[in-house]
Each structure stands twice: as structure tokens, then as C-alpha cells.
């Protein structure tokens, strides 16, 4: 069995799908999906989403400097998908799609999605243009979490949501657990 080499822009890696929320400073707000996101940093904490400059909610980013990560579930993929080839200049995403805004804890401008088991405020602290998108930086500044996945311990059960990925084209469910961080080293 061969190994082929594809170029990078291929994409044949998973990422997360998230749904970002931003707004302008007059008020209009719109939502966006991204696939290109991620940790950079913990502390402080850090994350990163790469946007085309073309896309109508860039300009809100650059505007306000802020947008919210909202986490994604396979009982948003429909959303998802729909808020990722629709754009915010022709139609209300909110509303086409049955979401509510909710006010950010931190933020001035843009709102977090309710319906998402967890939004993640930020605050832009640097833009990279690198070419086909440009990659806001920015610091977490808050993280609101859904309560129906809280444990009474405090424990927050992430793997309860029903986590979407977005591979290749496809948007998929992330499903049973095949180990535990340590797993592979753990002494029997």
C-alpha cells in the first residue's frame, strides 16, 4: 500500500466546525462558519480563526475586534452548513435558522449563539494576512457554558454535546471515546 501526496490546500484533514458570531458597531449582526480554528495559546488563553477578507462578517471583525466562537452539535449541523454558504448581506442567518442571540459577558459588540452548548468570547489582539484568508488572533476573554452539561461536581461534559467535526466536505458527529489523555502510557 503507496502513500500519495496531495497539496496542502487539499484540506483532507478534520478540523472542528464552529459557528462565529460578530457584529458591526451600528448593531447588524451575522453569523459565520469556520473550519479553520484553534488553541494557540493556554495561558493566556488563546485561539485563532482564519477568515477570507470578502466574507461579510470580516469586516465586522475588523471593525469591533471581537467575535464569539460558538461550538457546534450534530443538532446544529443543519445551521451549520447553512450559515457557511449563505451570506449575512443577503439574508438574516438568525433568523432564517431559528437562532437566538444572547448577550456576551465581555464583549460590547458581538452576541453568542444560545443555542450552542458553549461560546467563546474574544478579543482581537493581532491579524495575519496570509494570503487567501487572514488569521485574527485573539485572547478568550470569556467562555459561557450551556448548565444541562454541568455536572453537580462542577465538570463540564463536553463529549455530551454531540460535538460536529468537518472533514473534506463532510460535517460528522464525534462519537465514543477511545481513551483518556495518558491512556497509551499507563502503567497496568
Sequence with gaps: MGRQVWKPGNMLYPLPAVMVSAADKAGSANILTVAWTGTICTDPAMLYISVRPERYSYGM?????????????EELAKATDWCGVKSGRDVDKWKEMGLTKGKASTLSYAPVILESPVNIECKVTEVKE?????????????VQVDEKYMKKNGKFELNHTGLLAYSHGEYLGLGKSLGRFGWSVKKR
Excluded at 471583525?61 to 452539535?73: Q, Y
Design 61 to 73: 471583525i475588523r471593525e469591533t475586534g471581537e467575535f464569539v466562537v460558538n461550538l457546534t452539535t
Design 130 to 142: 496570509l494570503g487567501s484568508h487572514h488569521m485574527f488572533l485573539a485572547r478568550v476573554t470569556a
